[in-house]
Each structure stands twice: as C-alpha cells, then as structure tokens.
C-alpha cells in the first residue's frame, strides 16, 4: 500500500524559511520512473503546483517560485523535502505531497497523495 | 507557461444528470493531461490521467476525451457523491500547471 505523509511546522513567520518534509511508505524513489510533487492550495483557491524531483533526481520548479524553492530526496529514509525561503502571508496554503509514475513518454497522473499540512504565516 | 482555461467555473446540476467541463490549454499538449476531484478538506483524487485512461477503481461514469488544446471531462450520470470541485492538470511541459476548479454544486 502507497501513502504519503506531510510533516513542517503549522506557523512561521515571515521572511523565515518553511521546511516540509514528505515521508512515504509502499515505493522507492530509487525505482526508473517514480516520481515526487508537491502542490499547495491557499485558503478557498485553486490547486498550485510546485516542484517535482525525480527517480533520477532531476528537479522541477514552478517558475514563479524557483529562486525561493528547493526540493531534494533522501532514499534512505523515503523522504521528500521541499524548502521555500523567505515566505509571506500569501503563502499561507495547505501542502501536499503526491506520487506520480512516469511512462515511456508521459506521467501517469499524480495517483496517490498526502492528507496535506497546513502552513500559516503570519508575525 | 502554459495557459489552462477551465469552465465553467462553476455549475448546478441534478442526481442523474450528465455534466462536462471543459479545460483548454494555451498551446497543444498532446493527451498530457489529468483530472482530479477534490472534497472540502481533503485531498484530491486522480480520475483520469493521459486525457481518457481511466484510473483503477474510478467509476466507470467518468470519462475524458480530447488532446492537443481542448479537453473534455464528462460524467454521465451525476451521483450525490460527485458534487465536489474538478481539477485538470496538464503535465506536458514544465512548469506543470493546473486549471483554476470547477465546482459541481447540487441543484
């Protein structure tokens, strides 16, 4: 059984770096075509996505928030971190972690996710 | 980035009655494209992935068709259970970028 698990803390305060961390069971980021996202959903607003690392570890940034991001992979430990530095009220959201597989030439949707973590910030 | 154009943004419709949403995208994507169903207060839910394959254990009354720009998710026979807020995600080219929700609302 795939799962996923968001952790970081629920208040920072801005101008603070924001550490979240995704821990899952039921795969391994070692195996050819696994994959790892995070996306955010702020308060009553749609779904954003953030970044992506790879089996390979090849990263993705969305292009707004690349100089503010950092997403890397510990296999060991089946974690996913993501940082986001400098962060403001607007990026108070709740945070989620998913598992997408990739195919040949495609992915295969984001198929299994986290219950999300909410994240304030605020002074 | 590429531009997702979801609608309609919202929509009331009845137990039985067949709903489709719609997602255009700002140049073609191939059929590099999914579409998730979100609860209040929880996650969302892969349906379909790949524009028209259907994700195992989805039931059979979703469907999704299209590729290149123009996207279509139908639900042939809306359930109470299916009143919730639809996501498309295109996945072709980083960054990847979701349509801004539909909400499907009881009528």
């Known amino acids: 059984q795939v799962t996923l698990r968001e952790s970081g803390p629920a208040l920072v305060k801005p101008t603070q770096t924001l550490t979240l961390t995704c821990t899952f069971s039921?795969?391994?980021?070692?195996?050819?075509?696994?994959?790892v996202s995070w996306i955010r959903q702020p308060p009553g607003k749609a779904l954003e996505w953030l970044a992506l690392?790879?089996?390979?570890?090849?990263?993705y940034y969305s292009t707004s928030l690349k100089t503010r991001l950092t997403i890397s992979k510990d296999t060991s430990k089946n974690q996913v971190v993501l940082t986001m530095t400098n962060v403001d009220p607007v990026d108070t959201a709740t945070y989620y972690c998913a598992r997408i597989l990739r195919s040949y030439s495609s992915y295969n949707g984001m198929d299994v996710w986290g219950q999300g973590t909410t994240v304030t910030v605020s002074s | 980035a590429i531009q997702m154009t979801q609608s309609p943004s919202s929509l009331s419709a009845s137990v039985g009655d067949r709903v489709t949403i719609t997602c255009r995208t700002s140049q073609g994507i191939r059929n590099d494209l999914s579409w998730y169903q979100q609860k209040p207060g929880k996650a969302p839910k892969l349906l379909i992935y790949?524009?028209?394959s259907l994700q195992s254990g989805v039931p059979s009354r979703f469907s999704g068709s299209g590729s290149g720009t123009d996207f279509t998710l139908t639900i042939s026979s809306l359930q109470p259970e299916d009143f919730a807020t639809y996501y498309c995600?295109?996945?072709?080219?980083?960054?990847?970028?979701f349509g801004q929700g539909t909400k499907v609302e009881i009528k």
């Open positions: 995600l295109q996945d072709y080219n980083y960054p990847w970028t």
């Open positions: 690392i790879d089996w390979d570890d090849d990263k």
């Open positions: 790949a524009a028209s």
């Open positions: 039921g795969f391994s980021l070692s195996t050819s075509r696994m994959c």
